[in-house]
């Protein structure tokens, strides 16, 4: 069955613009959360949703924003781009119970110029 | 906070040779751990879990982990590397709850000398 999708797989942003990044999950899995990978910070969580709900969010500012559509896909927003937003921003789905594995995408590596 | 430490940043080894990654989280409580390769420019990979049972588990291309509940680590083992094992390795925890959090350890970058 197919993989994690992710689109677009590059962007370039001049700051303070903003931009949407979509994924589409393992058909039957309902939980997609989303990280941002960075060489200094690493791998560090931004949100999860599962059934269209936003059941937990890591340390980000508000200009991170995500939703979750019927069908799982998911979309992530972050407004007023920084430099230091550029990172490769992985998405990940599961079944979504703890003791369930994730699933990742190839990711979308943001540069911020 | 749950956090998870992996010790060896870098490593370099020569094919044939053992592989021992160090991974210690912090949560006294049921975790869940995994192990995820990052071969270059690839994304990421399971290459083993671990939920309960046998805390021996194995998973892909002979890797194998031990969890040591008393020790709070969970150490990826290879017997015999090979060229094509270079890649990053991280650990990870997932947080108990009500939803699905994985907590990273910040990697370890394997380098193997043909």
């Given at each position: ?15 303070g613009q903003q931009v949407t990044l979509s994924c589409s999950p393992i058909s039957g899995h309902r939980?997609?959360s989303w990280y941002q990978q960075t060489p200094g910070q690493g791998l560090q969580f931004l949100f ?66 | ?104 350890g910040s990697g370890t970058r394997l380098l193997v000398r043909p």
């Open positions: 069955k197919a993989g994690v999708t992710q689109t677009p797989r590059y962007l370039i942003k001049t700051r939980s997609v999860e949703y599962f059934s269209e709900t936003q059941r937990n969010k890591g340390n980000f500012p508000g200009r991170f924003s995500g939703r979750q559509f019927s069908n799982s896909r998911s979309e992530m927003n972050v407004s007023t781009l920084e430099l230091g937003d550029s990172a490769l921003y992985l998405c990940a789905s599961s079944y979504g119970a703890s003791n369930t594995e994730a699933f990742f995408g190839q990711g979308t590596r943001l540069t911020v110029v | 906070a749950q956090s998870v430490s992996q010790h060896n940043h870098h490593v370099i080894l020569s094919e044939a040779a053992s592989l021992e990654l160090g991974c210690n989280y912090s949560y006294g409580g049921t975790v869940n751990l995994f192990w995820y390769v990052q071969y270059p420019g690839q994304h990421l990979q399971l290459l083993l879990k671990y939920f309960s049972g046998d805390p021996l588990v194995k998973g892909i291309k002979g890797f194998e982990a031990e969890f040591i509940k008393s020790k709070f680590s969970f150490n990826l083992r290879k017997p015999s590397v090979q060229w094509s094992d270079t890649a990053e390795y991280f650990c990870a925890v997932n947080e108990p709850g009500s939803s699905y959090k994985l907590i990273f």
